[in-house]
């Protein structure tokens, strides 16, 4: 009966060392769990967006600090902080809590900015063209958010010719009245197009002579 | 794999040797297991789902996520020999948790269900240490063994805020394979002649590492870590033997 009192000792100390030391981690100190909600997590810039990081949690304490990388070059602390985006593009925002045991976790997620569209605009003159006049066009008033505008595509409702180019000239060579288009393309390749009509005045050049 | 296959077979062969009785015998246990990765899906889950259950705009309620502690088995054993017994068990674990519910905004429903089933089948040879006329026996067991985790879930998250932890919506079973071994003692009531009541208790490991569906390792916690599934914790059972003098 010694024996066997001393077997089940050894046992039962072995399951009770095990346990301890590598059974069950539950005496083991965990980092903290790093969980946020995005609010919204899509949109047209500028876009101010809320994240919210209360959700995170510490089994083993306290979260103490929260950590924003907010993906473009910025970065900001608090568990719920907001955030403007200017520019288009997809941002990888990271979040990194710290615990009071200085355990940290993180997690990553994507914010995506869609550009805002440039805004296309011309003028013309004269204001009333006749058929074999020039006509100058100026499409520099467009302008973008994204920054220069890198392309011109003119259709002057002629089916004949399309320009490019900010300023461009055309001559009609019929009286009626023309569909004139420009779309104009930006850095971030967004597009944007204006329709105007164009009155032009009298009738060929061969019936005037 | 090796010593396994050794330890079976001496089991075998050894037979003659030790053939002095015949032990067979099936119990049910509960077991405790602390499913570490898992537990931390459930408590992200958890956190999520009160999140959502707090929201201003959100009516409905989804119900917690019980935490995975364990589970029950059944197990049939065979030993031959005493006071050395050598034999086989045949063990079978199993243990869930789920939960389900809906969520409400704007006239439309966001639904949530989601279940995690796991279980355990091994084969383990097995040897026996049997002091007090064979009433308290103290058991060392290994072999393999193969684990699996059924996880299904269907979760809808209204619209406003997004989340970039959420459960992922799928019906996957993730299965693993590994070694198995425990450490037992169990005492017994004699009933009758050959007849006897057990009740033990004892320590299991079972680390089965990070399970794969198709080739995918289980992520459930989407943090690019795979899950462990492990067995590893504590059991008590109570089980009933029949003895035959060969």
Redesign the interface.
């Known amino acids: 009966?010694r024996?066997?009192g001393v077997?089940?000792i050894v046992?039962?100390a072995?399951?009770v060392l095990?346990?301890l030391t590598?059974?069950?981690?539950?005496f083991q100190p965990k980092a903290p769990?790093a969980?946020?909600?995005?609010?919204?997590?899509e949109g047209i810039a500028p876009l101010v967006v809320t994240f919210?990081g209360s959700?995170s949690?510490a089994?083993n304490g306290k979260i103490k600090e929260y950590v924003w990388d907010l993906g473009d070059g910025s970065q900001s602390v608090g568990p719920i902080v907001s955030h403007t985006y200017t520019r288009g593009g997809t941002y990888r925002v990271t979040l990194e809590v710290f615990g009071t045991d200085g355990r940290s976790a993180r997690?990553?997620?994507e914010v995506v900015v869609r550009h805002p569209n440039p805004t296309a605009s011309f003028t013309f003159s004269p204001g009333r063209p006749a058929t074999g006049e020039r006509v100058h066009f100026d499409g520099t008033a467009s302008e973008s958010p994204n920054g220069k505008i890198v392309d011109y595509r003119w259709s002057f409702g002629d089916g004949n010719w399309s320009g490019e180019g900010s300023k461009v000239q055309h001559m009609y060579w019929a009286g009626r009245t023309y569909t004139v288009t420009l779309t104009v393309t930006d850095e971030a390749d967004q597009k944007d197009s204006i329709t105007k009509t164009v009155e032009i005045v009298g009738g060929t050049p061969c019936q005037g002579a | 794999m090796r010593w396994t296959v050794v330890a079976l077979v001496a089991a075998v062969v050894a037979v003659p040797a030790w053939a002095g009785s015949l032990t067979v015998g099936s119990g049910v246990q509960w077991f405790a297991a602390s499913f570490t990765d898992l537990a931390d899906y459930v408590k992200d889950t958890n956190r999520t789902i009160d999140y959502v259950n707090e929201l201003a705009d959100v009516s409905g309620r989804v119900p917690s996520v019980p935490l995975l502690r364990g589970g029950f088995g059944v197990v049939i054993a065979q030993a031959v020999g005493r006071p050395v017994g050598i034999g086989g068990q045949l063990l079978m674990l199993k243990g869930g948790v789920s939960t389900e519910g809906r969520w409400q905004q704007a006239g439309e429903t966001f639904p949530v269900a989601l279940s995690l089933d796991l279980g355990m089948l091994a084969g383990l040879a097995q040897v026996t240490l049997s002091f007090a006329n064979g009433l308290l026996n103290i058991s060392l067991a290994g072999g393999l063994g193969m684990a699996w985790l059924n996880h299904s879930c269907q979760f809808s998250l209204p619209g406003g805020w997004d989340l970039p932890f959420q459960p992922l919506s799928e019906t996957r079973e993730y299965r693993a394979q590994g070694f198995v071994g425990a450490a037992g003692v169990r005492a017994l009531l004699p009933l009758r002649q050959g007849l006897s009541l057990g009740t033990e208790a004892g320590l299991r490991f079972a680390p089965f590492g990070v399970p794969k569906a198709d080739g995918d390792p289980l992520d459930l916690a989407q943090d690019g870590i795979g899950d462990r599934l492990s067995f590893d914790g504590l059991w008590v059972g109570v089980s009933v033997s029949l003895t035959f003098d060969l």
């Open positions: 009966m024996k066997v077997v089940s046992v039962l072995l399951a095990l346990t590598g059974c069950t981690d539950r769990r969980l946020f909600a995005v609010k919204p997590a919210d959700l949690f089994e997690r990553t997620t």
